[in-house]
């Protein structure tokens, strides 16, 4: 079992940046890729970003390449998203999840999940 708790959500104005930060406890967290979710009301949940076990491999969805940045630090079980030139369609409930796979982005592919953080960005 592994518990995810994340962190960092706020209110902050278009152009402004966020890190998003996930603890992570239980079972190994190297052993799992580490990724994040969002979504909105009335929107399925979808891909954001993925970082492999080792921290060697990313991968963005196309809607934040060159914006977001997510990282981790497996010496203290944590995952960061920093998210740059943030604009009013990255508003959501942004969530941290733990899978097998850094390139498949389905939501059936997590193993565990964050209870979710709000980021809101004002126009």
């Known amino acids: 079992q592994v518990q995810l708790v994340e962190s960092g959500g706020g209110l902050v104005q278009a152009g402004d940046s966020l890190r998003l930060s996930c603890a992570a406890s239980?079972?190994?967290?190297?052993?799992?890729?580490l990724a994040w979710f969002r979504q909105t009301p009335g929107k399925e949940r979808e891909f954001v970003a993925a970082?492999?076990?080792?921290?060697?491999?990313?991968n963005y969805a196309d809607s934040v390449k060159d914006r977001f940045l997510i990282s981790r630090d497996n010496a203290e079980n944590t995952g960061y998203l920093q998210m740059n030139s943030l604009k009013p369609g990255d508003t959501a409930v942004y969530y941290c999840?733990?899978?097998?796979?850094?390139?498949?982005?389905?939501?059936?592919?997590?193993?565990?999940w964050g209870q979710g953080t709000q980021v809101t960005v004002s126009s």
């Open positions: 999840a733990a899978g097998q796979s850094t390139w498949d982005t389905r939501l059936n592919s997590i193993n565990y």
């Open positions: 970082i492999s076990r080792s921290g060697r491999t990313t």
């Open positions: 239980g079972r190994t967290f190297s052993s799992y890729t």
